[in-house]
């Protein structure tokens, strides 16, 4: 089995501040993905990549950055936290059209 | 413009009864449809999964509905129990080489003892 490590666990951020989530799988997998879950919500997409160095925007790409430099990490950045957000955002890793597996999610609060 | 559509939004039923949650999509191009459930804080796990071209998929007391022509899953929970109670989400993501996987907006299921 393997195992996709989110860092970190807890994220509070200040109004306008670039912030940095990070993601590692050693599941081996081509295809990652980030999701932003609001709270009740659905998981809406952020980006993906389907191998290093490639980056596809999601329906919600706009006010993030992402970067795929190695096959095991896939980074996201909030380029300026909105004052008030809270959400829970999801990395996942999947192998062609198989099961997806999720982290256990980055909670950002910024006040 | 959601691409995948879940109905209803919440659903509480009695241990025992058969749940039913629905699903539809628009994309013609998505072929592989997994239900994923979430239990309060936690990441969603897949529960069960269908392709194209499957009608049906079982496993257990959990069954998925394909109708192809309408665009549309259900999900059946026979003899529901509480520990069934949870988030369920559908997803669809097709193979022709986006991989992109879209979920819905979830069903909040409560079954009560």
């Known amino acids: 089995g393997g195992i996709i490590t989110q860092t970190p666990k807890f994220l509070i951020g200040q109004e306008g501040q670039k912030l940095t989530l990070k993601c590692q799988q050693n599941f081996n997998h081509d295809t990652m993905y980030w999701y932003r879950q609001d709270s009740g919500k659905g998981l809406r997409l952020i980006y993906y990549?389907?191998?290093?160095?490639?980056?596809q925007k999601g329906d919600l790409s706009e006010g993030y950055d992402a970067s795929r430099e190695k096959k095991s990490s896939f980074s996201l950045t909030v380029t300026s936290a909105q004052k008030n957000e809270m959400a829970v955002f999801l990395c996942?890793?999947?192998?062609?059209?198989?099961?997806?597996?999720f982290g256990k999610g980055t909670r950002l609060t910024v006040v | 413009q959601q691409q995948v559509r879940q109905s209803p939004q919440s659903l509480t039923v009695w241990e025992g009864e058969t749940t039913i949650l629905n699903c539809s999509y628009e994309d013609s191009t998505f072929d592989y449809f997994p239900w994923y459930r979430q239990f309060p804080g936690k990441s969603p796990a897949l529960l069960i999964a269908?392709?194209?071209?499957?009608n049906k998929k079982e496993d257990g007391r959990f069954t998925i509905f394909f109708n192809k022509r309408e665009k549309k899953l259900s999900l059946h929970i026979t003899d529901s129990q509480p520990g069934d109670s949870a988030t369920y989400f559908c997803?669809?993501?097709?193979?022709?080489?986006?991989?992109?996987?879209?979920f819905g907006s979830g069903t909040q299921l409560t079954v009560m003892p």
């Open positions: 990549s389907i191998t290093e160095n490639d980056l």
């Open positions: 269908i392709s194209l071209v499957s």
């Open positions: 997803a669809a993501s097709a193979s022709s080489g986006s991989w992109q996987l879209i």
């Open positions: 996942a890793s999947r192998e062609g059209d198989t099961e997806v597996f």
